[in-house]
C-alpha cells in the first residue's frame, strides 16, 4: 500500500477535466509537462497560454522533501510561519550529515553522534508538524522518494537539485530553496516562471556497454549545464518506453546539470512494473485508469518541432559510452576518443579510485550489471587496479542486494561499502591522503565533479560515467581503457576481454528490508517541544531579516567580483561545512571563500575598502557589516549553477549584501535570492562587466519605483572620482517586489497565517 494513497486518488480525480479544460483553453494538444502543470495549477489561477519562459504562475504541488541539510533551515523557517501542521504531504531524509571514511556500519555509528542534536531537532520537528521521518542510514532523499512516494503525473518540489530524480515515474519534481518548501509546506501557491520546453526523442534501444547515464551525459555535452535553465526536458520516442523506470530516474537526475527546472517521462510499462515492485501496485492500477493523461496527446509526439522549443533526437543503437569532465559534468568524451582526448590535455590517466551508487545510479539493475563485470575478475584471472567503493541508494536496495550476493562479490575485489548516504557525491568522502592534493583521476557515476566536489582536493580529476564504465575503468585502472574494443593483461599474461554488462532490471525474488527506516509522524503534535539550544553550535533559531528602508541604496561597496564559474559550492561550500547548515551565523562563515577573485585571482582574498588591507571575504564582509556599509556582489555567466543549497542566498542576506549582480542566473539561486529580500540583478550589457573596479562605491537607482519590467540604474564611483552610469535588468514580478520590500516572503507568509 502506497504512502499518501487518498491524495493521488484526488490527484487522479481530477486530472481527466483539468487537463480537458486546457486543451480546450489552448486549442492545440499538450505535452505531457503543459499537462502535468495545467492539473497542478493553483486554486486562484485559470488555465491560459501562457507565456513559455515569461509568465509567473501560481502552482499547488502534492508534495514536499526535504533532506537533512537543507531541511534545517527550510524547517527552521516553517517554525516562524506559525501553523500547527503542514499542509501537504512531506518528509525529512538524513542523508547528507553522513561522512564515507570507513565503512557503513562505523561512519553511521560517527555520524548519529557527531550529529545527534541535529537529527533529534528534525525528528521532533518533524513529529510536531505532520512531517514523515526517514532515520539516518534509511536511504538517500531521491531513492527513497522514488520507492515510496512518486507516482506518475503527481508534481512535487524538493530542498535538493536532484529532485528531479522523480521524473523517473512520470513526475514533475522539482528542485526549489527552503523558502519555497516553506510555502507549500504553509498551504500558500507555489510561484514558477512557466517553463520553456525542450523535447528529447530517444530512438532504438541501448545496448551492450551503453547504460540509460549515457543518455544524460550526451545530451549534458549538447546543452551544457546552463542549456536546460527555464525549461522542462521531456523525453518520448521507442527508446523511452524501451528503458526501466529506474535508468529514467538516473536521466532525469542529471537533468539537474543542465540546469533545466525538471525533465520526465510518459508513464509506461516500466513504470507499472517498478511501482508493483516496490509495493505499489496499488497506484499503478489507478495510473492505467488515466493512462491517456499520463502521456503527451499522440499528435505533439508525431510532430514535435511544433509543439517544443527544442528537439533533440538521440539514437540509442549508436549511442556511445561517455565520459564527462574533468571539473565540469558537460565536457562530454565518447569512450572511443578519451585517448586522444587526455593525451591533448595533459590529464592524468591512471584511474586511483571508482565509485557507484549514490542517489542517480544506485538502482538494483545498476548493481546488478556493476556485479556481472566484477564476478569476470576471478573467472578471466584479473587483478582490480583502483580502490572501488559503493554507495547503496537506500536501505531497502541495499539488503535486497546483500541478500541476492551482490555484496560478497564486490568485496571479492576488495570493494568498500559505504553507508546508504550521499557521502562521496556530496564531498562528504574522508578520503586518506586528499590532504596532500596531488593530481590524479578518479571516476564516478555520480552527477558533479566541480573542483574540490568529492574529496576537497582541488587537484582530483574527476570523469563522470555510467557504474558500468566505472566498473570497467576501476579494473583496468586506466582512464583510456576502452572495454568495448580493448584486452586486459591476466595472471597468466594472457590477452583477455571484459564481457558486456548484463543484469535483471528488477530483483526476481522481488525487493526487501528489515527496517526501511520511517519513522510516522505524532497524530497530534500540538504537545511536541522542539528544544532549540541557545548556544548550539549546531542550531540556531531565524530572526526576521529587516525590511527595505524604502529608499534608493546608496554607497554600497564591492565585496568581491567572482570571475568565471562559481556555482552554489563556491558561495557556500558542503562537506565539512553541512554540519552547520542549521547554524546561519556559523555555516557564513564559509561565504563565498570559493569563488575567484578577478582582482588578484585568488580564493578567498579581498580588499576591505574601509582599511585597504585583504581578508578573507567572510571576515571583510562581517567588518563592513559592523560598519552599517552595505555592499554588492558581481558575479560572471549562470551565477549560483549547482544545488538548491539556499544558504547560498541566505550567508550573503544574513551579513549585509544588498545586491547580487551578474552575467546571469541559474534559476533556483536567482529564486533565492528574491525569497531572502535581496536584489538580483543581471547586467543589461554583460560587457558593463568589465567597467567594475576593484575600489568602487555603488549606488542602486530606481528603487522607490521599482517595477516589473523596468530596469534599475547603477552608479558606479571609482577610486579616482570618476563615474560610470550602467543599466542592470531583472526579472522581479509584482509578488516578488513586494518579497523585496518586506525583507523575505518568510516576512509575508508570517503575517497572511496570522491574518
Known sequence: MAFDIEMIK?????????????????????TLSEKILFSHLHGDQSPSNFERGGSYVDFAPDRVAMQDATAQMALLQFMQAGRPKVAVPSTVHCDHLISAKVEAKQDLQVATTESKEVYDFLASVSNKYGIGFWKPGAGIIHQVVLENYAFPGGMMIGTDSHTVNAGGLGMLAIG???????????????????????GIKLTGKLNGWTAPKDVILKVAGILTVKGGTGAIVEYFGEGATSMSCTGKGTICNMGAEIGATTSTFGYDASMSRYLSSTGRADVAALADTVAE???????????????????????????????????????????????????ANGWPTTVEVGLIGSCTNSSYEDISRAVSLAKQVAQKGLTTKAEYMITPGSEQVRYTIER???????????????????????????????????????????NRNFAKRADGNPNTFAFVASPEIVTALAIAGDLTFNPLTDTLTNDKGEQVMLDAPTGDELPIKGFAVEDAGYQAPAADGSGVVVAVDPASKRLQLLDPFAAWEGTDLKSLKLLIKAKGKCTTDHISMAGPWLKFRGHLDNISNNMLIGAVNFFNEKTDSVKNQLTGSFDTVPNTQRAYKAAGVGTIVVGDENYGEGSSREHAAMEPRHLGVRVVLTKSFARIHETNLKKQGMLALTFANKADYDKIQEDDTIDVVG????????????????????????????TYNQQQIEWFKAGGALNIIRKQVAG
Not at 490527484?11 to 483553453?25: C, Q, T
Not at 530553496?177 to 509546506?185: P, R
Open 10 to 30: 484526488k490527484v487522479y480525480a481530477e486530472m481527466p477535466a483539468k487537463i480537458n479544460a486546457a486543451r480546450e483553453a489552448l486549442g492545440r494538444p499538450l
Open 176 to 198: 526549489v530553496g527552503g523558502a519555497d518548501a516553506c510555502d507549500v509546506m504553509a498551504g500558500l501557491a507555489w510561484e514558477l516562471k512557466w517553463p520553456k520546453l525542450i
Open 293 to 343: 493523461h499520463l502521456t503527451a496527446d499522440a499528435e505533439v509526439y508525431a510532430n514535435p518541432e511544433k509543439y517544443f522549443d527544442q528537439v533533440i533526437e538521440i539514437d540509442l543503437n549508436t549511442l556511445e559510452p561517455h565520459l564527462n569532465g574533468p571539473f565540469t559534468p558537460d565536457l562530454a568524451t565518447p569512450i572511443s576518443k578519451m585517448k586522444e582526448v587526455a593525451a
Open 404 to 446: 541476492d550476493g551482490f555484496l560478497d562479490v564486490f568485496s571479492q575485489i576488495g570493494a568498500k561499502v559505504f553507508a546508504n548516504a550521499c557521502g562521496p557525491c556530496i564531498g562528504m568522502w574522508e578520503r586518506v591522503g586528499a590532504e596532500k592534493k596531488e593530481k590524479n583521476t578518479i571516476v564516478h557515476s555520480f
Open 703 to 730: 528603487l522607490t519605483s521599482f517595477t516589473p519590467g523596468t530596469p534599475l540604474t547603477l552608479v558606479l564611483t571609482h577610486k579616482d572620482g570618476s563615474t560610470d552610469s550602467i543599466e542592470a535588468n531583472h
